[in-house]
């Protein structure tokens, strides 16, 4: 189970890293990764399903790294999904401008 962590502990710093860089396309990619990751950790044999319950240091550990996961994966749609219509509002604005100028530069 450790090296199935660190994967996902590499794979979510790799994710957030493109994200603060906006490279949105390749963290895209490493986040469908990071998802298939996470999708095989639940889903392995040697998966704890107590892991929440127990003391011990690496389960806590486990358990920082899924909630973090988590958060920002939440945050980061919900910030995405924001900028995306941001974007679309823009490229609106713009057609309608566009539209605009065409229609007043015929006379």
Same mark, same amino acid.
């Given at each position: 189970? =450790?090296?199935?962590t660190e994967q996902l502990k590499s794979l979510f710093l790799q994710c957030m890293a493109?994200?603060? +860089?906006? %490279?949105?396309?390749?963290?895209?990619?490493? /986040?469908?990764?990071? /998802?298939?990751?996470?999708? @095989?950790? $639940?889903?392995? %044999?040697? $998966?704890? %399903?107590? &892991?929440? &319950?127990? @003391?011990? &240091?690496?389960?806590?550990?486990?358990?920082? =790294?899924? =909630?973090?996961?988590? *958060? $920002?994966?939440? +945050? @980061?749609?919900?910030?995405?999904t924001l900028e995306i219509n941001d974007v679309s509002n823009d490229l609106l604005a =713009?057609?309608?401008?566009?539209?605009?100028?065409? *229609?007043?530069?015929? $006379?």
């Amino acid at each position: 189970m =450790l090296a199935n962590t660190e994967q996902l502990k590499s794979l979510f710093l790799q994710c957030m890293a493109l994200v603060s +860089e906006k %490279k949105y396309a390749q963290a895209q990619s490493v /986040q469908n990764k990071l /998802q298939q990751s996470l999708a @095989e950790f $639940f889903a392995s %044999k040697t $998966f704890n %399903k107590n &892991i929440f &319950i127990e @003391e011990s &240091i690496d389960a806590k550990n486990c358990c920082e =790294l899924l =909630l973090a996961i988590d *958060a $920002f994966l939440n +945050e @980061e749609v919900n910030k995405l999904t924001l900028e995306i219509n941001d974007v679309s509002n823009d490229l609106l604005a =713009l057609n309608k401008a566009d539209k605009m100028k065409k *229609a007043y530069s015929s $006379f």
